[in-house]
């Protein structure tokens, strides 16, 4: 029965989000367009449900030269591929809000385990052994509350895990909670292994 709901849940809060934040988003979107040369969105190849693929979309938070599929966290200078705008809206985690339309589109869920990039091999099979790929990624999750980018890959797994074993509309309303306030503090963003 959950399952459904949840569906719907997403549905509901994706729609009504887009249609809230419309004026926000425009903002945004002319913020980026003046201050950087390139697209606004920035899609890249994940791994959804069943390990299936699809497009995540994203604000455009770095230059149109910097490195396409390694982990920002993972580069040794990230802040020199990162626009000047990008840094404020990873730090609040704003350059996430375009998947609304993954979540309406259904590739994606309101609360899941964050999607994986195609080629993160080691988190894909841990999370495969955890049952955490047989559920929709999430925009976000019990590890983005846990530590985020902080977080070595096989504790990432195991919360991703944990979360696919105890599902429930109590789970994703504290995981909602949990996040906003993670937000807040922009806690738990790692930009890169070097200095700035």
Not at 74 to 86: C, D, K, M, S
């Amino acid at each position: 029965m959950y399952p459904f709901l949840k569906r719907l849940f997403d549905i509901t809060a994706s729609s009504v989000g887009l249609i809230l934040l419309s004026p926000f988003l425009v903002i945004l979107i002319c913020i980026i367009k003046l201050t950087s040369p390139g697209p606004v969105l920035f899609k890249q190849k994940r791994i959804g449900r069943d390990r299936s693929y699809f497009m995540m979309l994203k604000f455009r938070t770095m230059r149109t030269d910097a490195p396409k599929d390694t982990p920002t966290h993972l580069l040794q200078n990230p802040y020199a591929h990162i626009t000047p705008i990008g840094r404020f809206l990873r730090r609040k985690g704003l350059d996430e809000l375009p998947q609304l339309i993954n979540i309406l589109r259904g590739d994606m869920s309101v609360v899941g385990p964050r999607p994986a990039l195609w080629n993160q091999y080691d988190l894909i099979v841990a999370r495969d052994r955890l049952g955490a790929n047989s559920i929709r990624p999430g925009l976000t999750g019990l590890a983005q509350i846990r530590g985020r980018d902080e977080l070595p890959i096989r504790i990432k797994a195991a919360y991703d895990g944990e979360y696919a074993r105890k599902i429930s509309f109590v789970l994703d309303c504290k995981i909602i909670y949990g996040t906003v306030f993670y937000a807040a503090r922009s806690k738990g963003v790692k930009e890169g292994t070097g200095k700035r």
